[in-house]
Each structure stands twice: as C-alpha cells, then as structure tokens.
C-alpha cells in the first residue's frame, strides 16, 4: 500500500488526535443535537476482583446465621447492635432472613422504598473459574466458557437494538480510562474517563485552537483536524467521527458535582452518567466498573476505626443512593436500570489472613424506578457444609447471570435478540424482577437542552497560508514523535 503525502500528514493528525484524547479511549458518536429520552437506559457497574457478597448480604438469623459464624468467627458482621446489619424486611414487614452490610444505608433506603431487587446465588451458571481474568471475560463477552468471539456483549445488545432512529447522539458509553470489553465492536460508543478531560489539549496552549488576539487567519489543531477530515477514506470518516464526538462532549453543559454529592472517583463518574442521561442524548446503555474488592487479606468488618471493606460497601452505596436520588429528582429515574455484579463472590469460610478467597456464587443487584424491589430472586441454597460441600465449599451458582440481563433487554429494552447478544444460551425465563417498559412509561419532564456554544468553535476560518498550514502539520508530526 502506498500513501502520498497528503495521505501521510492526515494520519498524522488522527494518530495526535486520538493520543490527545487518551488512544483507545477515544471511541465515535454523532454531532450533539440532543434527542428525546423516551426508552430506558441500562447502566452496567462492575465489581472487580470478586466481591464478598455475604458480607454485604448478610445472613442474620436461622440456621444460616449459625453456619455463617462459624465459617466467619473473626470476619462475621453482627447480626444486630450499633454495627450490626441493617435488616431487608418484604413490603408487608416480614424478615427474610437477611441484611445489609451497616454501611450499606444507602441501599437499605432504596430496598425500603421498593426500588432495589437482590437475584441470590447468581453467577456463572456453566462455566466454574476461580481467575478473574477468565471470569471477568466470560462475562464482558457473554459467552462463559469462550473468549474469542471478538465483540462484547454490550456492543451486541447496542448493535441489534431495536427502535434506534439514528438521531441518538450518545447511544453508549463506558465511563473509564480504557475502551471497556463489554463495547467491544461497537462503532457507537463513546469511552471517556471524564468529560473535562475528553478535549484536545495536548502540546502548545496557544496552539489548541483559536482564541482572543488570535492572528488573523489562524486556525488551532482542533479546527484543522476537522477540516481535513473531509474525505470518505476510511482514515477520513473515522477521523470525522472522532470529530463528532469530541463536539458531543464539548457541547454539553457537564458540571462538577452538586452540593452533597458524594466524593471520590467512582461518585464522580456516577455523575458523569447521570448527566448524559439527564442531557436526553439518546443514551441507552452504560458501563463503568469499581475496583479494589480482592480482599484476601484485611478485608475488615464493620466498626470504628478503620475497616477495609467497610469503607468499599460505604463508597458504593452513597454513590448509587446519589445517582437515584438525581435522577428521580429530574423525572429519569423510571426509565433507568442498574445492574450491579461480580465476576464471582468469595469462599464461605474465611482464611487465616483475615480475608476471604475466590469463591462462586454472589447476589446480583438490580436497582431502577421499574424494578420489582424489596424481593429476593432465584434461589438460596443455605450455608450447611453438606450443602457446600460437592461446590468446594463455595455458595453454589443457581441462576445463569445472563437471566437477569436477559430479562431486562426483553422487558426493559425492548431487545429480544437473545441468541445473538448472549450466544449459546438458551432457555430464558423471566424472573420478574423489572416490570414491562410499557408498565410504566410516562411522559417525560421538559429538560433543557440547550447546548453550551463556544467562541472558538463557531465557523472559524479555514488555513488557506499553505506555509502556516505545513508549519502546523511539522508541529503535528513532532508532537507524534
């Protein structure tokens, strides 16, 4: 293959651009004219490296509660008392036998107020793996057991999504550093790890883009990148694409977070989705993922002082209680579903470093205005070591996590291509945990969208000086280098 010079001096720019924008972050959407939120929206939130999920649904009484301390002696949280687990009662009052971590006040409130659904024993039904590596692929991919089917099964769902009109500015987006597995393939997503970071603004300042006292006829890298980005080359379009996206961005009014907000990264980026969402940009699915729940050691409890864990169950529940409580004050939240899991949960039994090690099974949990809460879903099988005993002493996965994301495409999404996003599995049935999108669409609050116009992106004049031009190219290709 050959490129002549112009060629050569294009691909330049589109590698700068791409660098300046974090390389494989960068990912395409369309211009930014807003869209109306008439669909749902489902944000995927992944706990990486196996959460321990009997220390945040807690066993509190019964049989259960006795295996628990046994298996727990040191790393059990108590059953009541000032840290002791918040009990989740049904909506007529009566216990189920279980709670939540005390740090989890959060996520009591929106199982209290019927907005938050707990799938128990959840996992990978077919396909038993104590590596995360393995575990987290086969679940980004959707197909447990296979890891070479090139696409996610994010992308799959966005790429056979019903009803998409082409006016959706933002169909898809991983909120992250790196483009996430589960987009894979997908041409309409856009990755960024956070809007005031997603710009071109590497090199010069001055030579960014055109701004007050500028000379006359100057036009910075990001005005001339968009204007040689005119071809139909395959460079080209995804060049203009780039484009775009960057525009969508840089055209909506994103904020710091409000007064009370939680802080820290991961409530950050909660923030980011719950204005993408708010902006009505035609949003349909979202991913992020929160790290840091390998507890192998010094996992911590519940009390004063400093524990561990206690302050990860702490972090994700104040910052999923403020993407809720934002989103049902602006009228969204019913049209928006929360799928929270793991790629595995830990062992029973705690080992002698104060952790817990890989284990299997773990409650998958599923938060939006149209879930069926305050309900437990699937099936438990107890903590009797008889019971545990032919799973290696692990709690046992009985229900295939593509179930739970199954039914909320088919009910939610409106996305029964099932075979395709979830290839190999078969037989589906719903558990009832979301309602049908139909059940509870109502017409949407009036939301502004007036888009944020910037001086230096209103019809700037095109490099016509081919010295400045090629001077701007040199400076391209050294940044490159």
């Known amino acids: 293959m050959t490129l002549t010079r112009r060629e050569f001096l294009k691909g330049t720019c589109a590698t700068a651009a791409a660098g300046a924008v974090g390389g494989p972050a960068l990912l395409f959407a369309d211009s930014a004219i807003a869209a109306p939120n008439g669909h749902d929206t489902v944000v995927h939130l992944f706990l990486r490296g196996g959460l321990d999920g009997l220390n945040l649904v807690v066993p509190i009484d019964g049989a259960d509660r006795g295996f628990y301390e046994q298996a727990r002696p040191n790393l059990a949280i108590a059953a009541t008392g000032a840290y002791g687990a918040l009990p989740l009662t049904l909506a007529s009052g009566a216990g189920t036998g279980f709670g939540l971590h005390p740090s989890a006040s959060g996520l009591r409130d929106l199982w209290n107020a019927g907005h938050l659904g707990i799938v128990h024993a959840c996992g990978l039904l077919t396909s038993v793996t104590r590596s995360h590596f393995d575990a987290q692929l086969y679940i980004d991919l959707g197909t447990p057991g296979q890891q070479g089917i090139g696409s996610g099964w994010l992308a799959r769902a966005m790429n056979t999504q019903p009803n998409l009109n082409g006016a959706e500015k933002l169909p898809a987006l991983g909120v992250g550093a790196r483009q996430p597995v589960g987009l894979l393939a997908s041409v309409q997503a856009l990755t960024m790890a956070s809007p005031s970071d997603f710009a071109l603004n590497a090199g010069a ?59 820290g990264a991961f409530a950050q980026q909660m923030w980011t989705i719950a204005q993408s969402i708010q902006f009505n940009l035609g949003l ?41 409580a934002a989103l049902d004050a602006s009228g969204h939240a019913g049209r928006v579903t929360v799928v929270v899991q793991s790629e595995f949960g830990r062992r029973v039994r705690a080992n002698a470093n104060g952790g817990t090690d890989h284990g299997y099974g773990n409650p998958v949990l599923v938060l939006g205005g149209a879930v069926n809460g305050r309900r437990f879903y699937g099936s438990w099988s107890g903590l009797d070591p008889e019971i545990l005993s032919p799973h290696f002493g692990d709690v046992p996965v009985t229900t295939d996590h593509r179930r739970v994301l199954s039914e909320i495409l088919v009910k939610r999404m409106g996305n029964a291509n099932l075979s395709t996003v979830f290839p190999g599995y078969s037989g589906y049935a719903p558990l009832g945990i979301v309602r049908d999108f139909g059940a509870v669409a109502k017409p949407m609050p009036g939301i502004s969208t007036e888009l944020r116009a910037r001086s230096a992106m209103a019809a700037q004049p095109r490099v016509e000086d081919p010295d400045l031009l090629e001077r701007l190219m040199r400076y391209m290709r050294e940044l490159v280098d």
């Open 205 to 263: 300042w001055s030579w960014q883009t055109v701004r007050a006292g500028a000379p006359t006829g100057f036009a910075g890298v990001n005005e001339t990148l968009a204007a040689l980005w005119n071809g139909s080359t395959a460079l080209e379009l995804g060049g203009q694409r780039a484009d775009r996206a960057l525009k969508v961005i840089a055209q909506q009014t994103y904020s710091a977070p409000p007064t009370g907000w939680p802080t």
């Open 284 to 324: 349909h699915y979202a991913t992020l993922d929160l790290g840091g729940w390998d507890t192998h050691d010094g996992q911590g409890t519940a009390g004063s002082g400093y524990h561990y864990y206690q302050n990860k169950i702490a972090e994700l529940s104040q910052a999923l209680s403020a993407f809720y």
